[in-house]
């Protein structure tokens, strides 16, 4: 069940659909935890128009589902969705396994703080130009790849474009002229694209030929195999040009929309909309030199429409040859009617109803057209998102000094010089301490101990995000990396209540560990900060203790466990799979300065007091929790947790050490504490 939620979760997935037969208890959970709407439907046969969709599956249950996914929209749209594409399957042992907890706490899509872009992973890789790009981008930030033939291809890709600069720039300049052709693709096939749509769509497919030309003088077989899985759509886009002006309007109903000479009869409609007096008076002309009568004038009124008038005088001329019907006779003349007037005044009377009427027809025929290649346009919006995703791993690998990783089937872990991608790119003027790291199958557990705001955190998150670009198919932010492929990776990093469920932070921490503990295997990466520390100090050190041994004993997967249980040290000497390395710190009298740096061996203290004095707690305050702390590392625990006395303000004339004296009761003083005073008195006074 947890396993279902984390994949609904991981997909953002709206709504869930089930038999009506299905247990509803089952959802019951679900439900509670998430805004995912439940429906239900029994329709589950295939229809003989769909089953194109179903050439790349062969399950029976799986195309049963997918039978009732499919009627269910075809119920629910009320319209044909020809557009979809063929089901793939995507299995999740193709991509790295992490719940939504992971990609939280390694901000990949954004940032845990702000829920914002910026200061993702997917911030920091995404230079995409296209929309269809940047959601391709997020896919694949969001499943990395286990398969090392696939991650190499792209990595060689990648490789490609960082090699030839010239062509990638070309590519990105086309690439900013692309619409979502992806979308539009889905509007032509729902019927609702309009004629501004389709101009968009024809001026998207007139780079194809630029991107192959920059493809082709990549003199790469790479880019010759993009080249070839592009696919010739000039017909959709010479038929777009010759019918629909360069700046349609947006409804389709009101004409405007289509080209002079597209279509014949409606160019006539236009003639007579713009010509129609200067028509008729030429139709007079030509009818008095047709019949030779001078006094035949052309006319109109409402209730007859348009007419020949003939006075009397003229009658005896007019002959049976020249195909007149009588429609009105006069006091003084007879008034006639042609079948070419006839056919006129039908054309100037409804010439604008027929012309909005025509080039909404045509304009259907021409989407009709267009939604037969739906699936052509949708093969080459892939291409152009594939290359707007390679150009942009490439630019970024440029631009950051990345290199390309290697992999080895070893389970050995070596990272020369790495650097936290994101961190760096946020600090941009500051330095970035680099370290090394180093991990294999004899000592594959790091146990970091150091400071608060030593770096520890970072350093954990800086090993995981190189581990996701590489696998992504990204160059990585090191000097050297020589990677094994990790099939999961789990975290527990950063404190949380969820109040929703009513967990506490230490629940929270459980339920996420617990994750990790079932499901890793020696091909996973754990992640765990601090475990334990949101319960009492023995109960945390005894489960973080149990869980390294568990996972030294029975796992053995790669870890990166940081702790501030120093106790914890000595499994390095009882496991042979632990190594310690500590976050390393300089010492300048009370103060400390941080070095970022990691190192070898164990850290014996946690210098709480000295970030405490960073964040400029009262000066007694950390005097008392000094003397505290020295009790404590004595295990003098009695007499040291025993409250201060109530102290008389101290005038700001009076000398520090004489306000250290102050707040001094010489009864609650152990043999050691008195001793600790002393020192820290002779100290102050050289001072």
């Not at 020192?679 to 006074?685: D, F, G, Y």
């Amino acid at each position: 069940e947890e396993k279902l939620y984390n994949a609904l979760l991981s997909m953002q997935v709206k709504e869930v659909l089930t038999y009506p037969s299905t247990d509803p208890h089952l959802f019951d959970h679900l439900k509670q935890r998430t805004m995912i709407y439940l429906s239900t439907y029994d329709d589950d046969h295939m229809k003989e128009n769909y089953k194109k969709l179903f050439s790349h599956i062969q399950d029976f249950k799986q195309i049963k589902v997918c039978n009732l996914l499919v009627n269910y929209l075809l119920e629910t749209q009320r319209r044909d969705l020809e557009h979809l594409q063929v089901i793939e399957e995507i299995r999740h042992d193709g991509y790295i396994s992490m719940d939504i907890y992971t990609k939280r706490s390694l901000d990949l899509l954004e940032s845990s703080r702000t829920h914002d872009k910026y200061g993702s992973l997917l911030w920091l890789l995404d230079q995409t130009k296209s929309a269809m790009g940047a959601r391709l981008l997020k896919q694949w930030v969001d499943r990395p790849l286990v398969d090392q033939k696939a991650i190499e291809e792209r990595l060689d890709i990648v490789e490609m474009f960082c090699d030839h600069f010239i062509q990638r720039e070309s590519i990105k300049e086309i690439l900013k002229e692309v619409y979502d052709i992806e979308r539009l693709a889905g509007r032509v096939a729902y019927g609702n694209v309009n004629a501004r749509d389709l101009k968009w769509i024809a001026s998207s497919l007139k780079v194809i030929p630029e991107l192959k030309q920059q493809l082709l003088s990549l003199n790469h077989p790479l880019g010759q195999k993009l080249y070839d899985r592009f696919v010739d759509l000039s017909h959709i886009v010479d038929r777009i040009d010759q019918a629909i002006v360069d700046t349609p309007p947006l409804s389709v109903k009101e004409g405007n929309m289509i080209k002079e000479g597209y279509s014949q009869e409606l160019d006539e409609y236009r003639y007579i909309k713009d010509h129609g007096q200067a028509w008729l008076a030429s139709f007079e002309q030509s009818e008095r030199e047709r019949t030779g009568i001078r006094g035949l004038k052309v006319g109109y009124n409402r209730v007859f429409g348009y007419y020949i008038e003939i006075t009397k005088s003229y009658l005896n001329q007019v002959k049976d040859e020249f195909q007149y019907t009588r429609k009105q006779s006069l006091a003084n003349a007879e008034r006639f009617i042609t079948p070419e007037l006839k056919d006129m005044e039908a054309k100037i009377l409804h010439a604008q109803d027929k012309m909005m009427e025509l080039e909404y027809h045509l304009f259907l025929e021409i989407r009709e057209y267009i939604k037969k290649e739906v699936h052509l346009i949708q093969e080459n919006a892939k291409m152009m998102a594939l290359l707007d995703v390679y150009q942009s791993l490439a630019c970024i690998s440029n631009e950051n000094r990345y290199v390309r990783p290697t992999f080895n089937q070893k389970h050995q872990l070596m990272i020369k010089n790495g650097r936290h991608c994101v961190i760096e790119k946020v600090m941009q003027q500051t330095h970035y301490i680099e370290n090394d790291t180093y991990m294999d199958e004899r000592k594959p557990i790091l146990l970091i101990t150091g400071p608060n705001m030593g770096g520890k955190s970072t350093y954990m998150r800086q090993v995981a995000l190189i581990c996701l670009m590489a696998q992504i198919g990204c160059f990585v932010s090191a000097d050297q990396a020589d990677l094994p492929i990790f099939d999961q990776i789990f975290t527990r990093i950063g404190a949380s209540d969820d109040l929703v469920s009513g967990q506490s932070t230490f629940m929270v921490e459980m339920l996420e560990a617990n994750q990790a503990l079932r499901y890793a295997t020696k091909n996973s990466l754990i992640l765990f900060d601090e475990i334990g520390r949101g319960t009492a100090t023995y109960d945390g050190m005894a489960i973080a203790q149990a869980m390294v041994e568990y996972i030294a004993s029975h796992i053995g997967c790669m870890t990166l466990f940081s702790t501030h249980y120093h106790e914890l040290t000595f499994l390095e000497d009882e496991f042979s799979k632990i190594h310690n390395i500590h976050a390393s710190v300089k010492e300048e009298k009370d103060h400390v300065v941080f070095l970022y740096k990691m190192e070898d061996g164990r850290s014996h203290r946690s210098y709480g007091v000295n970030v405490a004095r960073l964040a400029k707690l009262p000066e007694q305050v950390l005097e008392r929790a000094r003397m505290i702390l020295a009790s404590l590392e004595t295990h003098s625990l009695d007499r040291t947790q025993r409250p201060v006395q109530e102290e008389v303000p101290i005038q700001k004339e009076v000398s520090e050490v004489e306000a250290y004296l102050a707040s001094i009761d010489p009864m609650t003083l152990s043999p050691l504490d008195a001793l600790s005073v002393l020192i820290e008195l002779k100290k102050r006074i050289k001072e």
